[in-house]
């Protein structure tokens, strides 16, 4: 590979910790129990709605959620709306729900305050456990971290839970999804997507809307058994044409670890992609069957607004594809540099939350 570009080591893809991805239950049965996801304002609309996910629900009782200006001296909610109509009472169901406030907010946020997501139990119930946040290293911006209270009612109380990254999005008055800095996922799963066969293919769906130079691809990757064949990575264009000088070998005794690692696929030579819709594409013909395979990690978002649009595929042919529209891979393109005058097109590069790739 020539001398690496201006950019090299930045990659763009979805956020980076779905690298690090474990989702933690935080129980809210008990009455009083307390939650709290912090956010910088960047806009001054209004917030409409919350999204959660509840991932486990029985006999519920009642959560109050809030949103609450903060104390700058010491980061944790005051107990005073930002406006008083920020606030509903709602009764947890399991799965991805979406709480809209009667009455929308009309006091405008101000860009650069800190406001406080408060969730509170009101009602006691025998289960409503909260996928909570992520616990990990893999933090993706300020101030990524959750607070906690066994009695909230007291906001004093409220204490920081360490490595945590909030899972929560929200829509503003605008109907645009703002996942803030937070996760807006429900949940990662390893082996959603297995690698094998040459009728098994799985990859990653992209738009980029500015040329780029590339010098590889960044992924995590597993192993279920013994997979019999080497993992190929591939990258096509829109019309199923593979990408001149893409096509990169694996082979399967150096991916050695069955617990997912991220691992990257170096280009023989950098490689240069025009604007356009592309797919990242792996398979292993050797691997006769998912016991034996490759497996991608993915994760589960809570709206489809809430992330960039790249999404997983798969196919059985490599021509015809199914393109997820609730999870994506933790797969990467590795930048080299951007191509002489085609401009920044919207990438954000080596940040925590990248992929801000729009078509």
């Known amino acids: 590979m020539p001398a690496p ?15 690090y991805f474990s989702r933690v239950a935080y129980e809210m049965a008990a009455i009083n129990t307390g939650w709290c996801a912090r956010f910088t304002a960047y806009s001054v609309n209004d917030i409409k709605s919350v999204r959660l ?58 860009v650069g305050t800190e406001y406080a997501i408060v969730l509170l139990t009101t ?46 999005s929200l829509v503003d008055e605008s109907d645009i999804e703002r996942p803030e800095a937070f996760l807006p996922y429900t949940a990662v799963s390893l082996g959603s997507i297995y690698v094998y066969s040459t009728t098994n293919f799985a990859a ?34 829109s019309a199923n044409n593979v990408i001149a000088g893409s096509t990169v070998t694996l082979n399967a005794t150096s991916l050695i670890n069955s617990s997912p690692k991220r691992a990257a696929a170096i280009f023989p030579s950098i490689i240069e992609l025009a604007a356009g819709t592309y797919r990242i594409v792996f398979d292993s013909a050797g691997s006769a069957n998912s016991t034996n395979a490759f497996s991608m990690r993915t994760a589960a978002f809570l709206h489809a607004n809430a992330v960039n649009p790249w999404r997983s595929s798969t196919s059985s042919d490599a021509v015809n594809w199914t393109d997820s529209t609730t999870t994506q891979a933790a797969v990467y393109l590795l930048l080299d540099d951007f191509v002489a005058g085609a401009g920044g097109g919207g990438l954000l590069i080596n940040s925590g939350m990248v992929g801000g790739i729009r078509g």
């Open 5 to 19: 570009g201006a950019q090299f080591g930045s990659i763009i893809g979805p956020n980076l910790s779905l690298n």
């Open 123 to 168: 009602v006691a119930g025998t289960t409503q456990t909260l996928g909570s946040h992520i616990a990990s290293a893999g933090q993706t911006g300020y101030p990524t971290i959750v607070l906690a209270a066994v009695d909230g009612t007291i906001r004093t109380n409220f204490a920081e839970v360490t490595s945590s990254t909030p899972l929560c």
């Open 53 to 110: 996910f509840w991932s486990s629900v029985s006999a519920a009782g009642t959560v109050q959620i809030r949103i609450e200006t903060i104390d700058t001296a010491t980061g944790k909610p005051t107990g005073t709306l930002y406006d008083a109509n920020a606030t509903i009472n709602i009764t947890p169901v399991a799965g991805i729900q979406t709480y809209t406030f009667a009455t929308l907010p009309t006091t405008g946020l101000t």
């Open 204 to 237: 990653q769906k992209f738009i980029i809307n500015t040329a780029i130079k590339i010098a590889g691809v960044v992924f995590m990757i597993g192993k279920n058994g013994t997979p019999a064949g080497d993992l190929r990575i591939r990258i096509f264009d």
